[in-house]
Each structure stands twice: as C-alpha cells, then as structure tokens.
C-alpha cells in the first residue's frame, strides 16, 4: 500500500491488517480491515489519526511518511479523533519519535491519552468550532461526535478541500486495495463493501445509533467532497451514498427495518432442526426472503448483521435445563447489547422432560420491545403437526413483518 495524495496537499496513508486477528478481540475479519490515518499539509503538518502497533502497521506508515517526503519526526500536530486503540495504540512509540508533536483531542480525549498511554504533557483540548490554522490555506475544524463510537469522539473538517474526517463514522470492515476511492470500486467492490459496512455497523455502531443520527445532522451546512474514514474505502464520488446509508442503518435500530427474516437454530440431537425447513418453506411461500445460521457454529458477527437489518426474527431452539439452549441465549444477549430492539419475534422448539426456553426467552427480552407470535413447542420429536404449524406461524410472520418493514 503506497501513501496517496487525496486532495491538495492530503494524503491517505494506512495499513490492512491481514493476519487473522479479530477485530476488537472479538469479531472475524477474514478480509481483513484498514487502518487509514491522513496527513494534512500546509505551512505546518498535522498527522490524523494514528495507527495501532498491529500487523506491522507503523513499518508500513513509516514508508510512506518517507515516500511522500514526511519525516516522522517533524509531525507539527497530531489530531485523534478518537482514543480505541485500533487508532493510538502506536501514541506512546510516536510520541518517543516526535515529541514535539502537539496532540489535539477533546477534554474526554485528553483524558484517555492519559490513562492509556500516560501523556500529559503538549495535549491541547478542542470543541466543536475550534480550529487549526496549518496555514498554506490549510485548516482543521473539530466537530464534536460523542459516542461515535465512544463519549470522547470527534470529527476533523478541512473546508478549502472539504474533506471530512470521519474516524469510526462511515467505516467499514475489509481490506482496502488501489481501489481506494467510491469510483474506482468494481460493482463486486461496491457489493463487497456495502456488505462489510453493515456488518462493521452492526458489530461497532449498532448501540450507538441514536448518536450517529445526533453526528450527521451536525454535519449539515458543510461542504463536504471527500469523506475519509479511519476504516475502508473513501467516498468522493457520491459522499451522500455512505451517509445515506448509515442513516438507514441507524433507523432500524428501534425496528422495524427491511422486509426481511433472520432465522437462528441450534439443535441438541436433531429434533428442533428438523422443523427449520418448515420455517423457511412458509417465509419462501410468503416471499420473505430469509438469512438462516445455526448457532454455535455460525459467526456471530454474522448473525449481527443480518439480524440488524432484519424485521423478522425467527428462533429455532430446545429446551436445556430448564431455560434457553445457552448458545442461544449468548445470541440473545448480543442482540440485546446492540439493542436490536422493535422485532417481531417467532420462537419453535423441542423439550424433553420440562419446558422452560419459551418463559427464559420472553423474560430476558422483556425490554427489547419485541413482538411474539405464539411459540411451538413440542415434547420429543416434532410430528407432521408441528410441522404444519410451525409453516403456518412462519408465514403469520411474513405477513406482520411485510406489513411494518421500513419503506
Ligand atoms: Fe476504529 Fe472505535 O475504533
């Protein structure tokens, strides 16, 4: 990857981390996903964002420092938009390179660079509307975007190009080639990207939707040409497209969202599994289209996602010791911390000597605003009955969930 100049004197420069990682210790990214920092330069040079020391991350930002004729050690500034170490955890071996460098960030910022990395000294606080002067015509403007992702977040805004400096905001999973820009993704680029998107969000942003709507309307009145996010590609062509499409995503974390079901299995000895074909036949009838995952073995980041866009929720699971088979229940508690709230909700089943899942299922999700249809369940192994229910209950679902799908 080779540091690229974006607009007058910006440039992206960045890493993909491919070594097999999960991305926040806990979710797949088999294609990967890109560290992108920026470099502004007027009469003063001021580095956006920083990297993690990941995936020999800083090696490859070095380069291309050099390649575009930066000497680390002369950074004038250092803007962090944002304290997640996918984003700083390289500060304490910059800051022992270029102690000259003046970190700007917010007061909750500040506060972060301290207890993740100790430094006090040479941290200047900014607000919304303060601004750098890098001078050459170059300016950086702060935006304050709590909560996108954590409380200390901001944006940076640099008006004489309009290139808007999004961290988190905007991003996405998946390693980023020379294809760096809107308009010079294949159309399986675009699918691939729009993909990792939602899943990025749904993994990421997904509980901090109402503030990504608080962020984005902050935004208006700004000219913006470039959006630059910390993760994935940049959006030059048509900046509304990505910005549109957070707005949708943000939207359906209260449901309803699309017209569509996720259904979610886990079987003990075969007996549940056996009606998920029923359920998928009546969603099929009903033209629901539907995203099945069995759950251990499925990736939950996955699920996430598809359940995030999801208006329908379908649960296939037994019975166990009395409450929820507990992979199930790990899927329910992650719903619930991304607050995948407002579903409409279906739930078949087998139990052997004693019930429970149905009552363990609804107490949890007490407070997730869900919607139940009447539950299945059966003793043992389902017959042709069940069989014929559980179709029946699907389509019952389709039918709520075309009904009050987003438009
Ligand atoms: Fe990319 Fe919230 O860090």
Known sequence: MRAREIAGGIYRIGANITNGDLFEGMWAIPDGVSLNAYIVRGEKTALVDLIRDWDDAPMKIRDQLASISVDVKKIDYLILNHLEPDHTGWLGMFRDLCPGAEILTTVKGAALVKSFYGIEDGVRTVKTGDTLDLGAGKKLVFVEAPNVHWPETMLSYEPSAGVLFSC?????????????????????????????????????????????????AKLEGLEINIIAPSHGILWKENPRTIISRYLRYAAYAKGPAEPEVTLVWGSMYGNTEKLVEAATEGLKESAVPVHVFQTPHDDISRILAAAWKSTGLIFGMPTYEYKMFPPMAHVIDELGRKKIFGRKVFRFGSFGWSGGAAKDLAEITAKFNWTFIEQVEFSGCPGSADYELVKTRAKELAGIVKQSALQ
């Open 168 to 216: 988190d905001a905007f991003g996405s999973y998946g390693s980023v080639g020379a294809e760096l820009f809107d308009d010079e993704l294949s159309a399986e680029g675009h699918a691939f990207f729009e993909k990792e998107t939602l899943r990025y969000y749904a993994n990421i942003v997904a509980g901090f939707s109402s503030f990504v709507e608080k962020a984005i």
